[in-house]
């Protein structure tokens, strides 16, 4: 097999290369190796008390004839498996570990047992409704299984160089390729979530066999043409939805849900289901690159821009409602009704890092790394088994729990759910971390993430060794150390500077240096020797920022950021309700360690609060003004919220000015 | 007929015995008499143009056998035809009209020719569905639509003194008073929507028949009891529910909802439905006096006062959420996302009265004004033919129409609605608006909301016709003046010192006085004469009101109100996003007439606004902080919102100190 040469301008270097050794990014690396891998398999395995049981591998037993019994579970349950494959994958790629693999490649075998004789699998179908196959790709989600598949395969394959589960996935890949497409007798066909569009992309730069790419080309440019095949799809089974039954539905959905509206190319804002989105943005930049096809590329600087400039949250989250896990409409960012998801996050990093490849513009790393560090990691719990799906920007327990319309809004983070996508996807982003922090070109290595690591690349006509270490996000200093070269060594190294930086400053070993800056990159050419050292200085004071008078949820708010971290007040640091405080225009904001640990920095400030009016405490509406009396407040990284005492939580600040 | 002697401290005074004379009312009522009452008949016969059908007429036409066709409408369709009818009787008492009169006439022989033998009545269960009579009370309104069909049939024998739809109101109630009850053979059951239980009050109360009263007070102390009668009943017709149809249903839904989940004595806060709740406590009261029940009063009071002091919109609305039209808890009153039923802030007016009647004391007539100067009003368009469902305390209209959690919020009143609980409820009160003003004891006067009008009452020995003279909500000055007097003229005139007024003086032909002031009242006991007059003279500064600072959505804001009025600011008025603007606490709050008209108060505020950073149009969250700029701020009265260009609206302003 043969990897493809790409048009990309930079591509990620191979996951197997990248050995990270950082004193923030390791705990997570390690976590979702030593915890939450395992947690998940037993999750799949239905082992893990008091919580919904996933029944997934129990499906996959009965599908292969194992086992006798009944489906259970979403329609797409058998993603579980196969994102968590993915994860190990992943994981196997840095960290060999033959238990896993064991386990993993058992789990593989069933998986293959299952398939059908065509190619096509599906435990749903195959066990609970044989005769209702690829009739219902609308609400089925048949294709976004397969597109797991097929990631799991690409990346088990890539982590261990085994091909049992890429055979699957390509048998059932073939499968599709034959059915699916624009040729006479083919269906014009496409899935109402997009995944398969990415992962077929993959499956392309892996296998070298261009019908793939061709297929994912087919599927983004066929969406939204008219007439609607979810239109026609829906009138033949008799206006029915799988998600209620037997009830003839009066009025086909709005297809804006699904982007299937208009055609993708024609799209001009970020609408429906957030995570759909996102998944179908990443593979439309892929498919821009790849096709050298300015006007898809076009369409995705649009949507890319109306996210990140009006739907997206300061915490790199997006999702405004719950009512379809969807963006609504520009400005329209409500803190305490937000739905934000995990998931939605990890995909807009997806997206991020393919409009990185497209064009070198440190907006797009900006992103990735406002999502990444605040919004994925916020998903996750200290101890890897508390998950949030939701991310707020403001919490009131009580409001969650006796205000319907904030249920989804969790004030702790859950176990493994029933719909469990969001712990498996955060498993897959951690553990494949090393593809994000850089990427390289013919002879630049662009250094996106400041994540400490060691790897190797071959750059110009040398080969590097290069250690990057980091002490972000508590301290500002990122080295790039050329740790061996062979060649010459005449090569670029670009490095990110970070829009949270104010003032950044470069030195080689030791000695600063003026730098070309160009869209947030700084670069340096030069013959790099062994023992070269680029260190990057950046501005770590905390800083206030202030959304856009549109946005009316935050009028007359801050919220406040150091480094990558976007910070909140937790009600144990402070008092209840948080609403109740506000900071000073002029106050200052002073660093604090020795909260968490001699690490974690917390931001402290002067600031104030209304007093309790007790003459007034029956009253619900009073004359009397309320009175002011002095507040330490003490805000915490948001990644961080909900890992100690349960309470309120709260990013934007009322200002006092 | 004899009118049975009550136990109540006051009384109000029968309506046809108060004219309105009101140049703030008098529209109000006229508007009802003239517009809304033959609106509301045509929207009955489907005669309105792109509005809902009713189908109201047509389903009584096909239950009486004059017409063929299937039943059209909610379940409890009948009620929009019974609220029309009870709004008629109520406009008939005070403003007799021989066309109006015949075509009621004919819609009552409508409905006694609907009416079974047995004396069941019910449209949608006698032409869809028979079989399923009284199976489902949790569900199907069936004593819910009686319930209105028995206030219509009072209203309409007190403003005619014909006894037609009396007569079927009394046999379908003893049908209900056989068959329903603690007895051996009787149903131990009740409605899942309170209302017959507060008009089989009136029905006692105009017949004298202890029955009703007995049924009534069975229905409220059966509520709530163990084993569950809803519980049971919804196991009989196999866990299914009349909305979701054939479905069998995981979980009985929690009983809160329909206030059932505990005997109603022992119910500690307001929860549930709101309008359900309300019009539950109103027959309460009423119980509580009528049986001398102090237990039961007790439970009022605690559920009064939990309402009123931790879940009351500041403009006298209810109802938190959306979800399921309800409360939610305590000091949860989000602005941008309530419900505030206009419905429902009528229930809490019926409620308000009666407990005014068992306890002489302000706050209770300072709720019922704030619900009906404020929501009950905003309810209705000036044309008398639009009408608020919602009544927001802050609307965006793009998030009205682009974020599903706020399409509930409406920026523009609604025509007709399929189901017009509303419309009718708008129309009864305001037709009804008499029995409001006072309420008499023996030898007192209780006067609490200063409606011009002139009435004759008994008092001690002698018999009084006063005249109300008021020039509320504008300006501060009302009057009763004794037009003639028969007897001694001993009695006591008791006006209402409204919580408003910080600064409230009397005088009695044109002289000072000093009252006794108790509990929100001033008395003033002497010998009244031909002539004499009565004046109050209320403090109208405009004044900011706070919330208390459990109130997280009113952190830092402030509402102004100027008498009985709240105000808010409209985009017309002001500037889009009325977020942007603040109020200094300082600012003086000037009054400005001539914009609407020359009686209309507006508020003119030196406010500041956020300037448009011009320089960040582009960017979602900066660094920089905003610039303030002058900003005149205008708001008008609440209840006049929405009647000219539509806009964003906001009665929480953000205020600057």
Known sequence: ???????????????????????????????????????QWDALNDAIPDAEPSRAIRNFRIAAGLEEGEFH????????????????????????DPDLTKIADEAI??????????????TYFMVAAPDKRLTNLHDCHEFYTAGHLIEAAVAYYEGTGKTKLLDVAKKFADFICLT??????????????????????????????????????????????????????????????????DVVQKHF??????????????????VGHAVRAVYMYTAMADLAILNGDQELLNACKRLWNNIVHKQMYVNGSIGSTHHGEAFTFDYDLPNDTNYSETCASIGLIFFARRMLQAEMKGEYADVMERALYNTVTAGIAE?????????????????????????HVKAVRQKWYGCACCPPNVARLLSSLGSYIFTSSEDTLYTHLYIG????????????????TSELPWKGLASLQIQAVEGDGIFTLAVRVPSWSQDTSFSVNGEEITAEIRDGYAYFKRTWKQGDQLSIHFDMQARRLYSHSNVRANAGRVALQRGP?????????????????????????????????????????????????????????????????????????????????????QVWIREQS
């Open 383 to 407: 101890d890897g088994k508390h998950y949030f799906y939701v991310n707020p920007m403001e919490v009131w327990p009580e409001a969650s729990k006796g205000n319907p319309g904030k249920h």
């Open 453 to 468: 690591n060691e790897t190797q690349v071959v750059l110009g006509s040398s080969k590097a060794t290069i250690e990057l």
């Open 180 to 245: 699916y497409g624009p040729e006479p007798g083919q269906i014009r066909g496409y899935d109402g979530h997009q995944e398969i569009e990415l992962a077929l992309i993959k499956l392309y730069q892996v296998t070298g066999d261009t019908k793939y790419l061709d297929l994912s080309s087919f599927f983004i440019d066929e969406r939204g043409q008219k007439p609607s095949f979810f239109r026609e799809e829906w009138e033949r089974r008799g206006r029915k939805s799988f998600w209620t039954g």
């Open 253 to 270: 959905p709005s297809l804006e849900y699904w982007q299937a509206h208009k055609p993708v190319r024609e799209q001009e804002v970020a």
């Open 73 to 96: 579970g979403f329609v797409f349950q058998d993603t579980d498996l196969y994102k968590w494959l993915e994860a190990v994958g992943f994981s196997l790629s840095t960290s060999p």
């Open 565 to 649: 971290l976007v910070y909140c007040l937790e009600e144990m640091d402070n008092v209840s309700p948080l609403t109740s405080v506000r900071l000073p225009a002029d106050a200052e904001i002073r660093e604090v360690t020795g909260i968490w640990n001699d690490e974690v920095v917390f931001l402290e400030m002067d600031g104030i609060r209304q007093e309790e009016d007790t003459e007034h405490k029956d009253t619900l509406y009073s004359t009397a003004p309320p009175k002011q009396e002095a507040q330490r407040l003490l805000a915490v990284p948001y990644t961080l919220w909900g890992n100690r005492t349960p309470g309120e939580m």
């Open 109 to 122: 075998d069933l998986i293959a047992a299952a398939q059908d004789e065509d190619g096509y699998i599906n």
């Open 1 to 39: 097999m043969n990897k493809v040469s790409s048009a990309f301008q930079s591509q990620p270097l191979p996951l197997k290369n990248i050995a990270i050794n950082d004193s923030y990014w390791t705990p997570y690396v390690e976590l979702v190796k030593n915890t939450v891998i395992p947690y």
